[in-house]
């Protein structure tokens, strides 16, 4: 005979491996730490906070049956359970197994309710929380039949609508006469009992248990391929966009006081980046979440990650940049719009972040792969949205749902209302590492794109075409030119000012002819020719370098630093005899110094001394270095290491502290004798019933008394 559960500890015990592992991935917060058994496991998944992060994660129908539960009469049957979302035991099996494997729900023909839950979900469903003047059911099922004679229309109003009402005319006075609602102050609500009457005793109206599906008209294509090559050209038109973070260098964008980029700098790159605004911000705040922008505090600059990213091949650079937008936590979309406190968000900062934004980016995703042959309409995606994360605000839905298709579009994942070529392999990228995640969706990019072009067409008005996608050396010309059209192909234009950017950057005019030389059907230009040779010979006239820190001592001084094996790492750079530079921090210059035997003297720009807490160089990677980790805490080892450890601890294995034997106490609703060490150091002991272990904080029932009291966990001792 199946022996009865009485408790959630019972119910956890009869858990096979399976679903422990379930219970441990769904809520790791219990694995950390392990606890040291059956029993502690229970007491930590029935603690109040656990409870309501775990409460965060129900779907529509797993909600709508949590309140039930937390309505009805304790140890209810799966029938009334079903009975009171308006659905059958067979329909509801799901979601309910769901619930008990979550450690929320527990027992078998009689299922309760963990206690955190039932005492924290005061008004569920609408209804008003329960009152001791509350009149029984059978009062209210009186009133309502005989209000529903005379007033049958406002009752239909009120029955599935909230609890508190508003009124002060005729109709108010009526419904308080007739016991259907009554006073709260200036307003008026439905007593718990009378709600539930009204609505026949159901708590709920209807039970979605089947995610709704996207919907929206078929996607056709007219042109077999088109939709792949629109979503390629995105893709690559998102590394141009990248590319703009070169300008920093040379004209670097400010940074706002409480972080974040000006809006007007960035409506101003836009501008001459030509594309809008949106597409730019979505890609700026993907390569702020890579790790390849930062600031120092005064101006936004490439970091060093930037520069080992351009390195890569194009396929790459795409992959991890979609990748950083898939997996961060930033809105691009909502950057202008008001905060809380009316004040603009800007891009770049905290304010575009969003808790929980990448769980439900990734939802959406993952649905939008169920239905490839549909071109999903914004609201059927909100309502799939919303299903998955009932307890988001409907329009925090609704924004995601907007930004979602508006910066999938720009990065090349998203055609409209449907997953592209590229999209399809993100989904599947989602779920792998980042090493296995950048090799797919980079193997996906190269597939879906048509083969690079190895050669250009040059005309004597200096324009350069490259007819279709240029090759990974031929992107060396957008350093050199000035873009005049895209599409199908690319037309560049030479003129003075980009040659002129071009070599202040550090690039080579003549070997610019040599590949141009190579690389075009037709002789170079002789107008070309003579543009790049002449703005050569104008350049370098006057140099410029980058100097982080600035040394100056007696010749024989700087000989004998730079002959020290402690300074090798300086890299110094002699500008004369008495003067030397490096690209090192100042901090890491004094420390080298006297590392060599010197004796260093920090000075400003006056040479005037100064303290040695000077301005360090900026340094790489994000604000955040999050891409890899997951919403919440993160299970600290695998779910089966984890349950096998649990299991040998339950077996007998470990030594119980003093708090696994209280959550153990609080699993079996036992009353044990408790120590509690009083403020002289002696030790008063109360038999007592654990009730539950938060913060350090144990709260109790005194056996005795029947009073409940708190205690600091370190101050009880068991025998």
């Not at 505090?297 to 650079?317: V, Y």
């Not at 959550?663 to 079996?668: G, M, P, V």
Request: overall charge negative; hydrophobic content about 45%.
């Amino acid at each position: 005979m199946t022996a009865v559960i009485r408790s959630l500890a019972d119910s956890l015990r009869r858990f096979g491996d399976d679903r422990l592992e379930a219970l441990f991935v769904a809520r790791p917060d219990l694995a950390s730490p392990l606890p040291r058994g059956i029993g502690p496991l229970a007491a930590r998944a029935g603690g109040a906070t656990s409870a309501r992060r775990a409460l965060e994660a129900l779907t529509l129908p797993e909600l709508h049956l949590v309140e039930a539960l937390a309505v009805l009469e304790d140890r209810s049957s799966p029938a009334q359970l079903a009975a009171a979302v308006s659905s059958d035991p067979a329909t509801i099996a799901p979601a309910l197994e769901r619930l008990i494997t979550l450690a929320l729900v527990w027992g078998e023909d009689e299922m309760s309710l963990i206690r955190p839950l039932r005492d924290g979900l005061r008004t569920p469903a609408g209804l008003a929380a329960p009152s001791p003047e509350d009149p029984s059911a059978e009062e209210s099922a009186r009133r309502v039949e005989r209000a529903r004679r005379t007033h049958a229309e406002a009752l239909e109003a009120l029955t599935w609508g909230p609890a508190t009402v508003t009124g002060t005319g005729r109709l108010a006075a009526e419904l308080l006469d007739a016991g259907i609602v009554v006073a709260d102050g200036e307003a008026l609500h439905l007593p718990r009992p009378l709600h539930l009457a009204l609505r026949d005793g159901r708590v709920r109206r209807s039970h979605a248990a089947q995610r709704p599906l996207p919907t929206g008209p078929d996607r056709t294509e007219r042109i077999p391929g088109s939709r792949t090559a629109q979503a390629v050209e995105r893709a690559f038109e998102a590394l141009r966009l990248l590319g703009t973070v070169r300008g920093f260098d040379e004209d670097p964008p400010g940074v706002l006081r409480r972080g974040g980029l000006p809006q007007r700098d960035l409506r101003r790159m836009a501008d001459r980046a030509g594309t809008p605004v949106i597409s730019l911000a979505t890609v700026l705040q993907s390569a702020w979440q890579a790790g390849l922008i930062g600031h120092d505090g005064q101006e936004w600059r490439p970091t060093r990650d930037w520069d080992s990213h351009r390195r890569l091949p194009a396929e790459r650079r795409w992959a991890e940049l979609v990748l950083a937008w898939a997996r961060g936590h930033h809105l691009a979309a909502v950057v202008g719009t008001p905060d809380s406190s009316g004040a603009g968000r800007s891009l770049l900062s905290d304010l575009t972040r969003r808790d929980g934004v990448r769980t439900r980016r990734g939802s959406l995703l993952r649905v939008l792969r169920t239905s490839p042959s549909v071109d999903a309409t914004e609201d059927s995606l909100a309502a799939a949205l919303a299903w998955a994360f009932p307890l988001v605000p409907a329009e925090v839905i609704q924004e995601e749902t907007s930004a979602l298709l508006a910066e999938g579009e720009v990065l090349g994942v998203l055609d409209g209302g449907a997953l592209s070529v590229l999209g399809q392999e993100l989904v599947l990228a989602l779920d792998e590492d980042v090493t296995s995640a950048d090799d797919r969706l980079a193997a996906a990019l190269e597939a879906a794109a048509p083969p690079p072009v190895q050669e250009v067409l040059l005309d004597a008005d200096l324009t350069v075409v490259i007819p279709g996608r240029p090759a990974e050396r031929l992107l060396v010309l957008l350093d050199w030119t000035e873009p005049v059209s895209r599409g199908g192909a690319l037309t560049l234009r030479f003129t003075a000012a980009s040659v002129r950017r071009a070599l202040a950057d550090g690039r080579d005019g003549e070997a610019l002819l040599s590949l141009l030389a190579e690389v075009s059907r037709s002789p170079v230009p002789q107008s070309l020719t003579y543009l790049l040779r002449d703005e050569q010979r104008r350049h370098g006239r006057v140099q410029v370098s980058r100097a982080t820190t600035v040394l100056t001592a007696e010749a024989e001084v700087l000989d004998l630093l730079q002959a020290a094996p402690e300074a090798a790492a300086l890299g110094l750079h002699r500008l004369a005899p008495t003067v030397a530079v490096t690209l090192t921090d100042p901090g890491f210059a004094l420390q080298t110094a006297r590392l060599a035997g010197l004796s260093p003297q920090a000075v400003g720009a006056d040479g005037k001394p100064v303290a040695e807490e000077l301005t360090h160089a900026l340094r790489g990677g994000p604000v955040e270095p999050d891409l890899v980790t997951i919403d919440g805490p993160e299970l600290r080892v695998p779910a089966a290491e984890a349950v096998a450890r649990l299991r040998a601890a339950e077996e007998g294995g470990a030594d119980l502290s003093v708090t696994d034997r209280l959550l153990d106490a609080i699993a079996r609703g036992e009353e044990i004798p408790l120590g509690i060490v009083d403020g002289r150091g002696g030790v008063v002991v109360k038999r007592a019933l654990p009730l539950s272990l938060e913060g350090g904080r144990l709260r109790a029932r005194d056996a005795a008394g029947d009073e409940e009291f708190t205690v600091l966990v370190h101050r009880v001792t068991l025998g």
